[in-house]
């Protein structure tokens, strides 16, 4: 059974650029949430979606979307790319919201902003 | 807000210690608690679930206590190897309407275990 995915792997960017991520949940799999991880802050929350909806949005600024499409795959877009933006983000799927089976991770995208 | 505390944040031990690490959160309202491994610059592994109406789980040489209404869950180790050398995680995933399925993390505990 196929985990989940994240892609790329890796990615370099320029300020002021815009970037998209690609995560596809495990087949079944209807929320999907994505975390931003960094040296100083730790794992945070950026949102989730369950069933192509944003059902919870974290404390970040409007240069960071998302969406789910039909089949639960989920996409972020960061617009405007800052240097504090470089971080490993990592997209986790559920059954549902996480509360009998927990979330599964992928690997990450490594952002880097230059 | 839901705030998670892992202590302690660094451990060193030599290979075939017992280990307990320590997680503590302060909102009682979660599903379930997850401890996840975390190797350097990948992703994170799920070990243990713990559903908030159980008190513990185990796999193999990993062992994760719950209490709920005390805010706290311990992970235990048995005869740790180097291979277990990684930073180690404890996340809660809320119950609350506002804030349904999020994962509220700890800032992990970096474990070496040398040989």
């Known amino acids: 059974k196929a985990g989940v995915t994240q892609t790329p792997r890796y990615l370099i960017k320029t300020r002021g650029q815009q970037v998209t991520l690609s995560c596809s949940p495990i087949?079944?799999?209807?929320?999907v949430s994505w975390y931003q991880q960094t040296p100083g802050q730790g794992l945070q929350f950026l949102f989730e979606?369950?069933?192509?909806?944003?059902?919870n949005k974290g404390n970040f600024p409007g240069r960071f979307s998302g969406r789910q499409f039909s089949n639960s795959r989920s996409e972020m877009n960061v617009s405007t790319l800052e240097l504090g933006d470089s971080a490993l983000y990592l997209c986790a799927s559920s059954p549902s919201q996480g509360d009998r089976y927990g979330y599964t991770f992928g690997s990450g995208t490594r952002l880097t902003v230059v | 807000k839901q705030e998670v505390t892992q202590i302690p944040a660094a451990l060193s031990v030599p290979e075939g210690e017992n280990l307990v690490l320590n997680c503590s959160f302060t909102d009682s309202a979660i599903y379930n608690l997850q401890w996840f491994r975390q190797d350097p610059g990948k992703g994170l592994t799920s070990l243990l679930l713990?559903?908030?109406?159980?008190r513990e789980q185990t796999s193999g040489r990993l062992n994760a206590s719950l209490d709920k209404s005390s805010g706290r869950s311990t992970l235990y180790i048995a005869a740790s190897q180097p291979g277990d050398s990684a930073t180690y995680l404890c996340a809660v995933t809320s119950d609350r309407g506002s804030t349904l399925g999020r994962l509220y993390f700890g800032r992990g505990t970096q474990l070496t275990v040398w040989p």
């Open positions: 087949s079944g799999h209807r929320s």
């Open positions: 979606y369950f069933s192509e909806t944003q059902r």
């Open positions: 713990i559903q908030s109406s159980q």
